[in-house]
């Protein structure tokens, strides 16, 4: 067992890789009661087309299906495992983005019992056609009840604008057709394939004594039995510059139009460290020219073109790297022609200041250092994002580190026209100019 302490923040991590593979990170928290436990697979709603485990052949899966196995999880042969957890007094759930499937539960006692349920429930799959058959109804709701959420539409109105083809602009829960195609079959070769334990990661975080926790998860791991260990083969498609659709919208029934303006990475979205920095960078640039102390936002705000749902975001994954910018509006050309104003010019903004770097800096690690107060935010954080060598910890020094000419430098390479796109969500009456 790895032990590495960040004397900074006075914290130390704890890590072991065992000998199937999963890998395996404790953070002792003994001034917390409750502990918190995510046990993930790196396998989410972009991972359709692989090979699977033991075959050499490529195949393409339904839309939908890390989801729908993330549902399945829970059902066994003997019942739901909600009502073991219950028994040892614990609190579980789980959650698929694009890339990830986790599987979590948080509790103040019986907490070694709670992880050996947790590494077994997911390490046991049970999947028969009936079963399958009655969770797709559930699931079709969970679709349509989604698809009548105007956020979550303006979200994946510009996704499918900037990755066309990519899977990335498919809803992390497929579509109600593509879930109705999927069979206990499909469920098993995915599982194998991507819940390998060498493609996992267990977190456990809070009051724990580190070595009698780590020879527990040992001891539990060393009586199962696994395939050996096989390099994952994913495949995605090829996407051009040109391939961005500069405009699309939509009507809902809302009563106030919605505008987003999204910006796509192109280059190879970078992995370690330098996701890290990259990540933190973006963020910096992004408060700079949008935060709610800028100039910009202040006259966006004073001339009725934003309101307090106008928010900003920077995300970063496997295989892809986007902006998105936007909110509420009453006339969405006008909020969407002035972010792309504003972007355009970023590298000569008035905003892009020493000062207003400072300024912001600070506030960025002031509120790093309080969101380690919540062992909830560290374990989701350290899960959902890799870094390789650095972690959630190495956060603060980065943030330190960053120049203003590394933020005008990004806001140069990054912030070009042809890079972005637009979308709409009108209300049903309206009609776009």
């Known amino acids: 067992m790895e032990k590495k302490h960040y004397a900074q923040l006075d914290e130390t ?54 989801h729908f196995l993330e549902h399945k999880m829970f059902e066994k042969e003997e019942g739901d495992i909600f009502h073991v957890f219950g028994k040892y007094g614990a609190s579980a759930n789980a959650f698929t983005s694009f890339t990830r499937t986790s599987y979590l539960f948080s509790s103040t006692n019986y907490v070694l019992e709670n992880v050996a349920t947790l590494l077994d429930f997911v390490q046991e799959p049970y999947f028969t056609k009936e ?20 956020d979550w539409r303006l979200f994946f109105g510009i996704v499918g604008n900037m990755y066309p083809h990519h899977p990335i602009h498919i809803d992390i829960a497929g579509t109600v057709e593509s879930i109705m195609e999927i069979t206990a079959e499909d469920l098993y070769e995915s599982y194998h394939t991507f819940y390998h334990p060498s493609n996992m990661n267990l977190l456990v975080v809070g009051k724990m004594d580190p070595a009698e926790m780590m020879d527990w998860i040992r001891q539990n791991q060393a009586k199962k039995e696994f395939a050996p260990k096989q ?60 935060g709610p102390t800028s100039t910009n936002y202040l006259q966006l705000y004073d001339a009725g073109i934003v309101d307090d749902s106008f928010s900003y975001e920077f995300n970063l994954d496997r295989t892809f790297h986007f902006v998105d910018i936007g909110g509420d509006a009453k006339d969405p050309s006008a909020l969407s022609d002035a972010v792309k104003k504003i972007l355009e010019t970023a590298p000569h903004s008035p905003e892009l200041t020493s000062e207003n770097l400072t300024m912001i800096k600070k506030r960025m690690v002031g509120k790093s250092l309080q969101s380690l107060n919540s062992i909830e935010y560290i374990a989701n954080q350290y899960s959902q994002e890799s870094y390789g060598e650095a972690s959630l910890f190495d956060l603060v020094p980065v943030i330190e580190s960053i120049t203003l000419s590394q933020v005008k430098e990004l806001a140069t390479q990054f912030m070009v026209p042809e890079r972005m796109s637009v979308f709409h969500i009108l209300p049903k009456e309206a009609k776009e100019s």
């Open 13 to 66: 991590l704890y890590t072991e890789t065992l000998d199937n593979g999963l890998k395996v990170t404790l953070l002792p928290k003994n001034d917390f009661h409750k502990t918190y436990s995510l046990f993930t697979t790196n396998y989410g709603s972009i991972d359709n087309s692989f090979i699977p485990l033991g075959k050499s052949e490529k195949v393409t899966v339904p839309d939908g299906i890390a």
């Open 131 to 150: 079963t399958v058959d009655k969770e797709k109804g559930i699931i079709a709701q969970e679709i349509q009840m989604y698809d009548d959420e105007p």
């Open 231 to 290: 390099e994952i083969q994913r495949f995605f498609p090829t996407e051009k510059v040109s391939d961005i659709k500069a405009f699309d919208s939509i009507e809902m029934p809302v009563n106030r139009a919605k505008s987003i303006v999204g910006v796509k990475g192109i280059e190879p979205a970078p992995t370690g460290r330098e996701a890290l920095v990259l990540k933190t960078t973006m963020n910096l640039l992004l408060t700079l020219l949008f």
